[in-house]
């Protein structure tokens, strides 16, 4: 078996589970929550139904991390880094740093704390920011996309 094209492959399920999630998230869920804000307690529905996403995400982030960083290790790929034409492998990595943080630090440091003290107070106002925050996250990450096919292929 080829272990590289077995890491590719992996590296982009991973990609498509979990950046097709956070596509779903901000473009179907959070306007649709925010539309029914007065008839529902939109942020608890929000928790509720992003909770077992947040668990996949961890998931996908951690098999993409694993799967790219053995692409690099397996190519000797490591001076890449350092050519502007590979901006988007730069991409990729921050990329996956912020949402590492997000999930695995920030969020259970206090974000989630956070988010439950402002909905008590101004339901509108959280779903808002974090429907702001989801279209910045899912930008970057399809531009790295884009950018990543069109360097490896082009
Ligand atoms: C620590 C994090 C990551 C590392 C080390 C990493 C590394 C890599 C490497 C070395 C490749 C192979 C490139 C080539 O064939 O020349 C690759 C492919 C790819 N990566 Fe990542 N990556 C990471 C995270 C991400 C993230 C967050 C995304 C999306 C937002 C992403 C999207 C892709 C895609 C779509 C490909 C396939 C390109 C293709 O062959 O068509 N990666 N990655």
Redesign the pocket.
């Known amino acids: 078996m080829d272990d590289l094209a077995l890491a590719?492959a992996l590296?982009?399920f991973a990609?498509v589970l979990?950046?097709g999630g956070v596509a779903f998230v901000t473009t179907i869920l959070l306007p649709s929550i925010r539309k029914r804000q007065n008839e529902l307690k939109g942020p608890q529905l929000f928790e509720s139904l992003e909770g077992p996403f947040s668990l996949q995400a961890k998931f996908t982030?951690l098999l993409?991390?694993l799967?790219?960083?053995y692409?690099?290790y397996a190519?000797d790929?490591w001076n890449?880094f350092l050519e502007p034409s590979?901006w988007?492998?730069s991409?990729?990595?921050?990329?996956?740093?912020i949402?590492t943080m997000v999930l695995f630090v920030l969020e259970p440091l206090f974000l989630h704390a956070w988010f439950r003290q402002k909905a008590g107070s101004d339901p509108q106002a959280v779903l808002l920011l974090l429907q702001r925050m989801h279209w910045v996250l899912l930008t970057?990450?399809?531009i790295?996309?884009l950018g990543?096919?069109y360097?490896?292929?082009g």
């Open positions: 590719r590296h982009v990609i979990w950046i982030t993409a991390g799967t790219g960083l692409i690099i190519t790929g890449r590979y988007w492998l991409a990729m990595v921050a990329v996956w740093f949402f970057l990450s399809l790295t996309v990543a096919v360097g490896s292929h």
